[in-house]
């Protein structure tokens, strides 16, 4: 009996400890398994962003709308992830988005090969008329650090002029503000570099 009882009891203790510890391992994860060595996110995209991205000033929906009304030539870049597969995305459903948004699947994710940091640059300057000072917005979804990349990603590029809507198209749809399909860009690979979207 007073095995039986000991046994119970360590039982107990262990399945506490490992209760325990499931509970605090995304906590005590270390940050170098969530960031590339140049610093940028590669694992869990849709988590908390911080207030700030690189090289960009943050700006509400409100601001948003402010940006929209004050210059029509701003350049709203879109970076949800789309499967790209046989040289054609892969879309089953339409995507919102902003009415003026261009949409650049892709090129928010951490680790891009060549053809999408290359697909991603020259579209936004395509967009800017090779103006790297010239007013762009990045965009996604709220809470989601594939736009937090992507402005990282343009301002190593020599963009000056950023602004991350860090509240996305979700939050723009929930305030009951305009949305339309959007229509990702086609790229021009010289093959069929995989998407790991």
């Excluded at 398994?33 to 690189?54: C, E, H, N, W």
């Excluded at 937090?148 to 305030?175: I, P, T």
Aim: proline share 8%; net charge negative.
């Amino acid at each position: 009996m007073i095995r039986q009882l000991v046994g119970i009891a360590c039982l107990s203790i262990g399945m506490t400890g490992f209760a325990q510890s499931a509970n605090t391992l995304p906590e005590t994860e270390p940050q170098a398994q969530l960031f590339s060595m140049q610093g940028y996110r590669i694992d869990r995209y849709r988590s908390p962003t911080p207030a700030k991205a690189v090289g960009a000033k943050t700006v509400t929906t409100d601001e948003m709308q402010q940006l929209l009304r004050n210059d029509p030539t701003l350049v709203v870049i879109d970076v949800i992830n789309l499967e790209y597969r046989a040289n054609r995305f892969l879309q089953t459903e339409p995507h919102q988005s902003l009415p003026t948004a261009t949409w650049l699947p892709n090129t928010g994710q951490g680790e891009i090969d060549r053809h999408w940091h290359d697909y991603f640059i020259s579209n936004t300057l395509r967009l800017t008329h090779h103006n790297r000072n010239h007013p762009v917005v990045v965009l996604c979804k709220s809470d989601c650090w594939l736009s937090w990349n992507a402005v990282k990603r343009l301002s190593e590029a020599g963009f000056q002029n950023l602004y991350w809507y860090k509240d996305g198209v979700d939050s723009w749809s929930n305030a009951g503000l305009p949305m339309q399909p959007a229509t990702p860009v086609m790229p021009e690979f010289p093959s069929d570099p995989a998407s790991d979207s």
